[in-house]
């Protein structure tokens, strides 16, 4: 299957600084990436949807000026969590899209990154 | 009412059983449905991917949609502990759209 990574896989930060997430994709370009948030015990939410050249799409309720993301390669997009305060915790889980024959994708996910902000 | 509807769980099973995982969905513009795989603190994998309705056999899994009624399934041969993990359906119209994902099932297969 198609390799996704993400760096780094744990960070502890302190309330009020900024953290950044990298997401790429290893074998396969990537026009489009994901970037969802997960509490323990329940499923992915998405929180934006990353474009490459051009400005992400948020979800409902996503604060834009909060979570940067950025990809400016066909092969890296990147979150930063902005001022975080202790309920940014949470794991944080990219995914890229691979073309996989006709008009759909298939989309691969990162291994997560946890971030908790004391 | 939610788009997918999956039950939580948890399941437990015994080594060697064969485990039905289901999703329903309302739907009808989803075209492309895949199984995800998720062990604790990681990322979810990718198990299966089907188009439209039927079967998809990999392995120890098959995958099946029926359409008319609006259901997948996954199901595992032959259990082992290691298949111990929450599954989630997840499902989309296609053309690049997001994925619509399940709750997730969580499975566990006991020796």
């Known amino acids: 299957g198609a390799v996704v990574s993400q760096h780094p896989s744990w960070v502890i930060c302190k309330s009020g600084t900024s953290v950044k997430i990298e997401c790429r994709s290893l074998?396969?370009?990537?026009?489009?990436m994901f970037w969802y948030r997960q509490f323990p015990k329940q499923s992915l939410m998405l929180m934006a949807t990353?474009?490459?050249?051009?400005?992400?799409?948020?979800e409902q309720g996503v604060e834009k000026d909060k979570f940067l993301i950025n990809h400016a390669s066909l092969t890296l997009s990147t979150l930063t969590v902005t001022s975080a305060h202790p309920e940014d915790s949470s794991f944080y889980i990219c995914?890229?899209?691979?073309?996989?024959?006709?008009?759909?994708?298939?989309?691969?996910f990162g291994p997560g990154t946890r971030l908790l902000v004391l | 009412q939610k788009e997918v509807e999956q039950d939580p769980g948890p399941l437990s099973v015994p080594e060697g059983a064969i485990v039905s995982l289901n999703c329903t969905y309302s739907?009808?513009?989803?075209?492309?449905f895949m199984w995800y795989r998720q062990y604790s603190r990681k990322g979810p994998e990718l198990l299966m991917y089907?188009?439209?309705?039927g079967n998809k056999e990999d392995g120890r899994f098959t995958a099946q949609v029926d359409k008319s009624s609006k259901y997948i399934s996954l199901f595992i041969r032959d259990s082992q502990p290691s298949d111990s993990a929450t599954y989630l359906c997840?499902?989309?119209?296609?053309?690049?759209?997001?994925?619509?994902f399940g709750t997730g099932t969580q499975l566990k297969v006991e020796l």
């Open positions: 995914s890229a899209n691979r073309p996989s024959g006709g008009s759909q994708e298939t989309q691969y």
């Open positions: 074998d396969f370009q990537a026009t489009t």
């Open positions: 990353s474009n490459e050249g051009s400005k992400a799409t948020y």
């Open positions: 739907n009808s513009a989803f075209q492309y």
């Open positions: 089907t188009y439209s309705s």
């Open positions: 997840a499902m989309t119209p296609g053309g690049g759209n997001k994925l619509t």
